[in-house]
């Protein structure tokens, strides 16, 4: 059976840096589509980053929302079949429950319903 367990978050103080990870175990994290997801208190769990399965020509491809551009990448530890997200310049309005979420056919999407796996959540909080 597949399972993800977040890990990483945090209490940190606007304009930090924070790495969370997803650890994955019962699958393959290199076939798996993984894709990074966040909610806060009262709205809509939001997209934010996509890694694609690897492929005999691509490492896999990438994929930001606008509002996780610049700020935050998305990367994966074959060998410790671990996915990343590091997130840098914190703000408060980045404060949410962080998730990750994995589709086993490979095919990345920007929405939740298309994920059939998900962890628990880790809580990132940035004070001001």
């Known amino acids: 059976q597949v399972q993800l367990v977040e890990s990483g978050g945090g209490l940190v103080q606007a304009g930090a840096s924070l790495e969370l990870s997803c650890a994955v175990s019962?699958?393959?994290?290199?076939?798996?589509?993984l894709s990074w997801f966040r909610q806060a208190p009262g709205k809509e769990r939001e997209f934010l980053a996509s890694?694609?399965?690897?492929?005999?020509?691509?490492?896999?491809?990438?994929f930001y929302a606008d509002t996780a551009k610049g700020r935050f990448t998305i990367s994966r530890h074959s060998g410790k079949n671990t996915a990343y997200l590091y997130m840098t310049d914190l703000q408060p309005e980045d404060t949410a429950v962080y998730y990750c979420?994995?589709?086993?056919?490979?095919?990345?999407?920007?929405?939740?319903?298309?994920?059939?796996?998900w962890g628990q959540g880790t809580q990132v909080t940035v004070s001001s």
């Open positions: 979420a994995a589709r086993g056919d490979g095919e990345i999407y920007r929405t939740a319903r298309k994920y059939e796996y």
């Open positions: 019962g699958g393959a994290l290199v076939a798996f589509a």
């Open positions: 890694i694609s399965k690897t492929t005999a020509w691509s490492s896999g491809t990438t």
